[in-house]
């Protein structure tokens, strides 16, 4: 790592300062975990491209303050929940707004804090200790067997900073019981002129025959930073459906695991990343087939322009024993300017006979035979661009398995590639 860490004195002080309550167990076990293991650095494979220096320099200012993490909610929830149905469960500067246990029962599941529950779910992945150690609260819904939810499930995560630097943590565990069926959105956004870092962990299981279609949209201020990790568990017969957006932030990574562990299980994953000044998007999806026959789709699109630097490392692994796997791993991107950088890594690791599994990427700019017809139709260089580029994203929002967000969701898109195509020097 070229600059410095994350100060473990300073974490270990924020823990003590933090009240006691059922999680105070929980928080100092886990701060045990990121004393002996450590946090991510270049030197870890996963982490070669993503630098989190300046993360973790946000967290030593942050943690050097006296006061603990909180404020009030951003004004701009209230704006996105009343532009998109949902029935929305808000974590506003790592606290959880509201009575969530009220909005559930409204439409028919159950949404109770974790620290009611006197329980936590703990994952073997050091941003996730962190946040485990510096966790105020977090949420865990639970969908019913065979429920057939009507509006989706809105987790907004949102963050204001005014004064100096901040952090915050958000954690949610959801499941849907055996043949439960819902959507779900979450979408994160921030605003504010101090520098902000949140950490994001949510873990969704899914029973036999559940369906979940899963929309993430990332749209945070240009000066904040976002660690995102979704751990899902599939059960046999299970389906998965899920797409992420990334139009803002500066430096973001995503982290998306699966574990197909019951046969006919599937999972359908894609995402669409739109980076331009100074941004940097990490995307990493892990696919686990445990079990066969069983299905993974992967489908990860880019554009960038500027000094923008994006990596995409999807990985499919099929385990002794799931013969029948069918696996499938994309990864296209156009580059708009020559200071733009990609790196993309798909892999594949099979330990099993019987099994269909592709891969591919490709990295390039635009066709200048397309550009050049599209001018000769007096078509300005700039809409040219945005044409094209349009119809290269257009694949991932028509993919969108929340169908009443895609006529927003498309708006969202084409104005970040018109700020993309008009700044872009190719």
């Known amino acids: 790592m070229t600059g410095a860490a994350l100060s473990i004195d300073a974490l270990e002080a924020a823990v003590q300062r933090m009240a006691e309550d059922s999680l105070t167990p929980h928080r100092r076990a886990a701060l045990e975990r990121v004393k002996k293991n450590g946090l991510p650095t270049t030197r870890d494979e996963d982490w070669k491209y993503t630098e989190l220096t300046p993360a973790f ?28 149905d949902a029935t929305w469960f808000i974590i506003a500067n790592g606290s959880i707004v509201g009575d969530c246990a009220a909005a559930g029962a409204s439409v028919g599941i159950e949404a109770l804090r974790i620290s009611e529950l006197g329980a936590q779910a703990t994952t073997d992945a050091p941003l996730a200790d962190l946040n485990a150690a510096l966790l105020k609260d977090g949420l865990r819904i639970v969908v019913p067997a065979a429920a057939r939810l009507t509006r989706p499930i809105g987790l907004l995560c949102i963050d204001e900073t005014t004064e100096r ?71 046999r017969g299970s389906e998965f459906s899920h797409v992420g957006f990334d139009l803002g932030g500066r430096l973001v990574r995503n982290d998306l695991q699966v574990s197909l562990a019951g046969t006919r299980a599937s999972a359908d994953l894609s ?82 006979d019987e099994v269909k599994c592709s891969h591919g990427a490709t990295v390039g700019q635009l066709d200048e035979r397309a550009l050049f017809y599209l001018r000769t139709r007096g078509i300005s260089s700039e809409e040219a661009t945005r044409i094209l580029t349009k119809a290269f994203g257009s694949s991932i929002v028509g993919h969108l398995p929340i169908a009443a967000l895609r006529d927003t969701l498309a708006d969202w898109v084409d104005a970040r590639l018109s700020g993309l195509t008009e700044g872009s020097n190719r």
């Open 271 to 352: 995402g669409l990343y739109l980076a331009g000044t100074d941004q940097h998007i990490d995307n990493h999806i892990r696919v686990d087939h445990r079990v066969g026959p069983a299905t993974s789709r992967q489908e990860y699109r880019g554009i960038l322009a500027a000094n923008a630097r994006c990596v995409w490392n999807g990985k499919a692994i099929v385990h002794p024993g799931a013969d029948g796997t069918d696996a499938e791993q994309a990864n296209h991107n156009l580059l708009l300017s020559s200071g733009a950088e990609m790196d993309t890594k798909p892999e594949l690791e099979i330990y099993a």
């Open 165 to 235: 630097p901040a952090m915050s943590q958000v954690r949610i565990e959801l499941e849907l019981a055996d043949a439960a069926c819902c959507e779900v959105l979450e979408y994160h956004a921030s605003l504010g002129a101090a520098p902000h870092f949140a950490n994001a962990v949510i873990h969704l299981r899914l029973g036999a025959k559940a369906r979940a279609g899963y929309v993430r949209i990332q749209r945070r201020d240009p000066l904040h930073m976002l660690a995102g990790r979704l751990d899902v568990d599939q059960a």
């Open 57 to 84: 320099d946000v967290g030593n200012r942050w943690l050097s303050g006296l006061e603990p993490p909180g404020g009030a909610t951003p004004p701009l929830a209230q704006a996105i929940t009343e532009s998109i």
